[in-house]
C-alpha cells in the first residue's frame, strides 16, 4: 500500500513539473543578422536600421524579434526544429537540443 502511495505521489509530482514549464529544457538560438542596404552607409546609420528576426516550426512562426543596433538576436526554444530567417536573406535550418546554445549568423545575401 505505501508503494501504491508513493508511486500516485511522485506521478503527480511529475505531472504538476511538466504543467509548470519543469519539462525539458530548451535551448537558446542566438547571432547576428545582417542589414541588407546598399553601399556607403556609416555605421550609425547601419546601427539605426531595423532588422526582423523570425523563427518558423513547419513554416509557422513561433519567435521573432526586431534588432538595432548590433542587430545581435537571441531565442529561447523547446527542443526541435525550426528555421531562422531575416529579411536579408535565406532561411537557415536548426536543430535546438536541450541546453545547447546554436549560433547562427543570418548572412545579407541582398546585394
Request: charged fraction near 15%; aromatic fraction near 4%; proline fraction near 7%.
Amino acid at each position: 500500500m505505501a508503494r501504491l502511495v508513493r508511486c500516485v505521489l511522485l506521478g503527480t509530482v511529475g505531472a504538476v513539473l511538466a504543467a509548470c514549464g519543469g519539462g525539458p529544457p530548451g535551448g537558446t538560438v542566438t547571432g547576428h543578422a545582417a542589414v541588407c542596404l546598399g553601399p556607403h552607409r556609416t555605421q550609425a546609420q547601419i546601427a539605426a536600421i531595423p532588422v526582423r528576426v523570425e523563427v518558423t516550426q513547419h513554416s509557422r512562426p513561433v519567435a521573432s524579434a526586431t534588432v538595432r543596433g548590433s542587430h545581435i538576436y537571441r531565442f529561447r526554444l523547446a527542443p526541435g526544429r525550426y528555421a531562422v530567417s531575416s529579411g536579408a536573406g535565406r532561411s537557415v535550418p536548426v536543430v535546438v537540443r536541450p541546453g545547447a546554445v546554436l549560433r547562427v549568423d543570418l548572412a545579407d545575401f541582398c546585394r
